[in-house]
């Protein structure tokens, strides 16, 4: 079957770096998502990764291992509006998504 | 308004009610989704429209109806819900290209409590 695991909660310090892992089971693969979502709003597109390797924006980055069926997000240099859910997202061979349940992220002061 | 718009925001309804969760994007974009959020499971994607036409249907029962009356609205026509359908519901849009990975744009949810 197809399945995506990521960690339920984390929690951080202000400042710090912080890697949100995701691994991935799909038939096929087309790529991998990753977006934010802050309690009561929106998830919004944070990365798409396709290749191996790591993608920077900004603070925030995103690597991809296919031959590991492995993903994970970087936050560096925290800020306490970091503090969101992280939607991992695997798209199979026939473009459909298939979503994790999610990483609670806490940052402290 | 810009982006993807959901009305109501939140919603609570007896069991032999009938509502609707409306969604409306601005981005000119040509398909339109709806997904189900629980707490601490998966979004779980219930219908897909594409160019105003019903291609997902994930075995959603029928007390759920998608309606998508033109490229920028969509319904879901709520009727006879149990209480484990309390849930977020979002609204979802993509421009759909060749390559099939395209970026969905959500809305903010509508939040329904089913008594």
């Known amino acids: 079957g197809q399945n995506i695991d990521q960690p339920t909660e984390m929690t951080a310090t202000e400042g710090a770096i912080v890697q949100i892992n995701c691994t991935y089971q799909?038939?096929?693969?087309?790529?991998l998502f990753w977006y934010q979502q802050h309690a009561g709003e929106a998830p919004t597109f944070l990365s798409y990764?396709?290749l191996d390797g790591l993608e920077e924006k900004g603070r925030f980055s995103s690597f991809l291992s296919r031959s590991k069926g492995y993903s994970y997000l970087l936050l560096k240099e925290l800020q306490m509006k970091d503090s969101a859910s992280y939607l991992c997202?695997?798209?199979?061979?026939?473009?459909?998504?298939?979503w994790g349940a999610g990483t609670k992220l806490i940052i402290k002061p | 308004e810009t982006g993807v718009t959901q009305t109501p925001r939140h919603l609570v309804m007896g069991m032999t009610n009938k509502k609707s969760l409306k969604c409306e994007q601005h981005?000119?974009?040509?398909?339109m989704y709806w997904y189900k959020q629980s707490a601490k499971k998966p979004l779980e994607l219930m219908f897909v429209?594409?160019?105003?036409?019903?291609?997902e249907n994930n075995s959603v029962p029928s007390r759920f109806s998608p309606e998508c009356p033109n490229s920028s609205h969509l319904f879901l026509h709520l009727h006879t819900l149990q209480p484990e359908d309390s849930a977020l519901y979002l609204c979802?849009?993509?421009?759909?290209?060749?390559?099939?990975?395209?970026?969905?744009?959500f809305g903010a949810g509508s939040r329904l409590t089913v008594l």
């Open positions: 997202a695997g798209m199979d061979s026939n473009y459909q998504l298939i």
């Open positions: 429209y594409s160019l105003e036409e019903r291609v």
């Open positions: 981005l000119g974009h040509n398909a």
């Open positions: 799909t038939s096929g693969f087309n790529g």
């Open positions: 990764n396709v």
């Open positions: 979802a849009s993509s421009q759909q290209g060749p390559t099939g990975a395209n970026v969905l744009t």
